[in-house]
């Protein structure tokens, strides 16, 4: 187990800055997704990590060893870093054999002949290929391929992996079977790994820590479950979660002694929102978190069912209250129909409340 | 900057360096190719414009080295400048423009005809019609004098005068028309090469487009089609001119017994009278006429789409019904195809097989010039082609060369292919690239100058490579560079590279990524490309004949020798022998590598 280290790196093309002076510390042992849109400078980190990236500034540790630093003059390249790294086209050798794709770093590392042969079955072994040894890459599915990529890299028994959204182009349900196996080969590795992935879904199964990157830039790194319930901006609470949370912008509003964010058509209890400047706040709220009844309740307030969206599981409820749309989420298919008036709560712990200018959680912890 | 901060910057890009084999490569490469192509350069220019220890005979108090305007005096402005700069000029730009307009022509319509249309046995044509690049340029003009020799210069009379007893007059014999008739017959495969490929990769984008906003045919022809030719037209025009600019072989066959010069034949009778900086001077004025034409033609068609390169990947789509024409088109086209290259080697055969030159009775028949030995009445003692110690020792040199040039243009394509997509976008990237184009400008008997110039003297640690072998070697591989350095990109920009990164991340070594992941996955264009070039060398002539001496002899080189010196059986028997082994070396590396799977050969 290996911990890295990124203090301050930097990358530019040409004026567009790639990554902006970017710090993490991502821990031995550790499960770790970089998450972001596309273009956010995801796979520049993950490549400047496996040496593959000159960088402008920054130093990287790959456990005790400084690999990379442009002051102190250090540059390790990536034949010499050790790690393992799965690309997102996986990178096989499409004229060399399953075989031959996973020898042939093994010989390179000077390993005996019987050396290379056990690893190399065990490699195959582990993600279930070895019938499969003798074909070409061209003759395996997505799949299978993404199997030998894995092969060929824990073969060489790497202490940190880098996985740049290995699962991208693998159709839906292949998908879900690779995340785990996924998650268990880094288990029983005892690897530290870097995985990078725009899929919120991916990077909250998969994840003990995630770093939500944006436009070259870290805007919150913690659990999965802090990175969900407690978004440190709206950025990150709009990308983390599906359905989409509800935004709500509205006017604080004191009464007696319990405040309320007042928005078009719907009032929530705000006793979590911190004093800003304006009076002006965004309140957001998980689509989950809304309570929902079909006939009236005292003190809940009333909403329209525009629309019904089941998914087999679970149920997305389009409903809107003055002028305000709102998404819920209700476990079960369930069997009613739009139109109907329906009456709605919030809790007041599962509100998150932003500046909208700054767009920084403002609630109290 | 305090000393340990530039130490750690220096170290920084030490480590950067080690990290990045491609800027070393395309470093040195830069650094090799500049000295093989812009040094000489520099130094004929300098030649030119100082006086050499060969003036002296014509200024004999002149300083050697001292700046002097007498070479270009000489060439421009002398009572000499007619015949050794105007004519030889005029010549030259006549010859160029007729040969283009032919050779463009006939090869455009041929490409049409097997590309666009439903003529018959288009593959059969198609593999014919290129056969003429695969044989020397004056292969035409030995059988063109074999025909129409008259008695003019003496010696035996040629195949028309000798059945019909009728002398050609000197205008057919020798002279402007037969080297215009002669070249355009060969040049045409060029332009069809290009044209062809263009052609064939036009018609799709033209259904796409045109056919789908409802243009007319006219109009579509007009709009699209045409524009879309315009770069490869253009390459085809420029190509054909600069070669003709550069050629030696046919003009000195056809012009020099009636002392008809072109600027190719003036270098080398200069270079021959010792008058070197005459020849420098001229060589400067065809790189200059050449670079004027690339120059335009790029002005033209815009420079990114003006340099096309030979693609010959020809496959039909819509195909244009020529109806009542298919078949008298069919056999018109095989009837030119079978003029420009079995006639040709037909009469070449034929003459190797006479035993009195210029005699074509069947009883004057014999194998002699092939397997003969030592008779001193005929040929001078020469033993016949197959037993000749001297033939054999330039048919050994001219494989060797072939050999040699294929394999370093291979290496040095794969490695300038490498830097150049490696370091895309980079500044020595694309000075790597620029360079490794600019031997295209040269035409080849400047070139040859130039080597001249450049490698008749010792430089630092390198002995004076003028008259070894080394130097046709040196000299082929650069003026194929152009060709060889664009496949090495083409086929570098397919290879993704992650391929390679994958590679590095599993901690495996440069040579071995090299050895076993880019060679392997290159390997289709690279043997394509060293196959042109195989071919290029064996048949080459222009280029190399200022670099000849009896020590270096090759093939060509032996041909022209015995033609010089009236010989037309040894000649000739040398020239089939040629043909024959640059055709048997193409078929084989075809069969070898498409049973390799290397696959996916172009023609050309
Ligand atoms: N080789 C390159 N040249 C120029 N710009 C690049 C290059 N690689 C990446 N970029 C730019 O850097 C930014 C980050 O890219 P990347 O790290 O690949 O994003 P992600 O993996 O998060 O999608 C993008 O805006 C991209 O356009
Ligand atoms: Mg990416």
């Known amino acids: ?365 | 900057m305090t000393s340990q901060a530039m130490g750690q910057r220096l170290r920084y890009h030490g480590f950067r360096l080690r990290n990045r084999p491609d800027l070393i490569i395309g470093f040195v490469c830069l650094v090799a190719l500049a000295f093989l192509v812009l040094a000489p350069l520099a130094e004929i220019i300098l030649d030119a414009l100082t006086l050499q220890p060969y003036d002296l005979a014509y200024i004999p108090d002149g300083v050697v080295g001292s700046f002097s305007l007498f070479h270009l005096e000489r060439v421009f402005a002398s009572p000499l400048s007619p015949a050794l700069f105007f004519r030889p000029l005029l010549n030259s730009l006549a010859i160029g423009f007729w040969v283009t307009l032919i050779g463009v022509s006939i090869g455009t319509l041929l490409a049409w005809l097997l590309v666009r249309t439903d003529i018959r046995c288009k593959g059969l044509l198609g593999a014919l019609v290129v056969i003429p690049y695969m044989m020397p340029s004056w292969v035409m003009a030995l059988a063109w004098i074999s025909l129409f020799k008259n008695d003019r210069i003496g010696g035996s009379q040629g195949f028309v005068a000798g059945f019909f007893g009728v002398n050609p007059p000197d205008w057919v014999s020798y002279g402007f028309f037969p080297i215009v008739v002669t070249l355009a017959l060969h040049y045409f495969a060029y332009a069809y090469l290009l044209m062809s490929g263009a052609l064939a990769t036009v018609d799709s984008e033209l259904e796409e487009a045109g056919a789908t906003c409802g243009m007319g045919r006219w109009k579509r022809l007009w709009r699209i089609t045409l524009p879309l030719l315009m770069p490869a037209l253009g390459s085809a025009i420029v190509l054909t001119f600069i070669r003709i600019l550069g050629t030696f072989g046919t003009p000195a066959l056809l012009g020099l017994p009636v002392r008809f010069f072109t600027f190719a034949t003036q270098i080398y009778a200069s270079i021959n009278a010792r008058n070197n900086g005459d020849a420098f001077v001229l060589a400067l004025v065809l790189i200059v006429i050449a670079i004027s034409f690339i120059w335009i033609n790029s002005r033209i068609i815009g420079i990114r789409k003006s340099f096309v390169t030979l693609t010959g990947k020809g496959f039909r789509r819509r195909e244009v019904r020529l109806g009542l024409w298919r078949l008298p088109l069919t056999v018109a086209v095989g009837l030119f195809i079978a003029s420009t290259v079995l006639v040709p080697l037909a009469i070449l055969l034929w003459e190797s097989l006479t035993l009195m030159a210029g005699d074509y009775r069947l009883d004057n028949l014999t194998t002699y010039f092939w397997i003969g030995q030592g008779n001193v009445r005929l040929a001078y003692g020469e033993s016949g082609v197959l037993l000749n110690d001297g033939i054999l020792r330039a048919l050994w040199n001219s494989l060797k060369l072939g050999i040699l040039a294929a394999l370093c243009n291979g290496v040095l394509g794969l490695l300038v292919g490498y830097a150049v997509v490696r370091g895309r976008g980079s500044r020595l990237s694309k000075a790597l690239e620029g360079i490794a184009f600019a031997p295209y400008i040269f035409p080849s008997i400047a070139l040859g100058a130039i080597y001249i110039g450049m490698f008749s003297s010792p430089i630092g640690p390198l002995p004076a490579l003028y008259g070894t072998f080394a130097i046709l070697v040196l000299i082929t591989v650069v003026k194929n560079l152009p060709f060889t350095s664009r496949t090495g990109i083409a086929a570098m920009l397919q290879i993704d590279k992650s391929m390679e990164e994958a590679a590095r991340v599993l901690g495996i070594g440069w040579f071995r990524r090299m050895a076993r992941i880019i060679v392997p996955l290159s390997m289709s264009g690279l043997v394509s490309g060293m196959l042109l070039t195989f071919i290029t060398a064996m048949r080459e002539l222009s280029l190399i004949v200022l670099l000849l001496s009896p020590a270096n002899m090759v093939l060509t080189g032996v041909i022209f020798y015995y033609q010089e010196q009236a010989m037309p059986q040894h000649s000739s028997a040398v020239t089939l022998l040629l043909v024959l082994i640059i055709i048997l070396v193409n078929v084989l590396v075809r069969l070898i590598s498409r049973s390799a799977g290397v696959g996916g050969l172009k023609n050309g």
């Open chain 1, 1 to 365: 187990m290996e911990q890295i280290g990124l203090s301050g790196i930097r990358k530019a093309y040409g004026r567009e800055v790639a990554v902006h002076d970017l710090d993490l510390t991502i821990r031995p042992g550790e499960f770790l997704t970089i998450l972001g849109p596309s273009g956010c400078g995801k796979t520049t980190t993950l490549r400047a990590i496996a040496g593959l990236e000159e960088l402008d500034d920054g130093e990287i540790h790959l456990g005790e060893r400084l690999v990379f630093s442009r002051r102190r003059g250090v540059v390790v390249p990536p034949e010499k870093r050790g790690v393992g790294l799965i690309f997102q086209s996986y990178a096989l050798w499409p004229h060399m054999t399953v075989q031959r794709n996973i020898t042939l770093a093994l010989e390179e590392k000077g390993l005996g002949k019987p050396e290379i042969e056990a690893r190399a079955a065990q490699a195959l072994e582990t993600v279930q290929m070895t019938a499969l040894r003798g074909r070409y890459p061209s003759e395996l599915s997505g799949g299978q391929q993404q199997r030998v990529a894995v092969a060929r890299m824990i073969a060489l028994r790497p202490k940190i992996l880098l996985m740049d959204e290995p699962l991208s182009n693998l159709d839906a349900k292949l998908r879900l079977d690779m995340r785990s196996e996924l998650l268990q080969l880094h288990r029983d590795l005892g690897s530290t790994t870097v995985y990078v992935t725009h899929d919120q879904a991916e990077a909250l199964t998969l994840s003990d820590r995630i770093v939500v990157m944006d436009r070259g830039r870290v805007l919150q790194e913690a659990s999965p479950y802090e990175i969900y319930h407690h978004p440190r901006n709206l950025v990150v609470a709009e990308f983390i979660g599906e359905p989409r949370i509800n935004l709500v912008p509205g006017t604080l509003v004191r009464e007696g002694d319990a405040l309320h964010l007042v928005g078009d058509g719907v009032r929530l209890p705000a006793d979590r929102a911190r004093q800003v400047r304006g009076e002006r706040l965004t309140a957001a709220v998980r689509p989950e978190n809304i309570r929902l009844s079909t006939t009236p309740v005292e003190g809940w307030q009333e909403a329209h069912l525009d629309d019904v969206q089941p998914t087999g599981a679970t149920t997305i409820l389009q409903v809107s209250a003055g002028g305000t749309r709102l998404r819920l989420v209700r476990p079960g298919f369930l069997r009613i129909t739009a139109g109907i008036a329906l009456w709605i709560n919030f809790d007041p712990d599962t509100i998150e409340f932003f500046d909208p200018d700054t767009q920084d959680n403002v609630s109290a912890p």
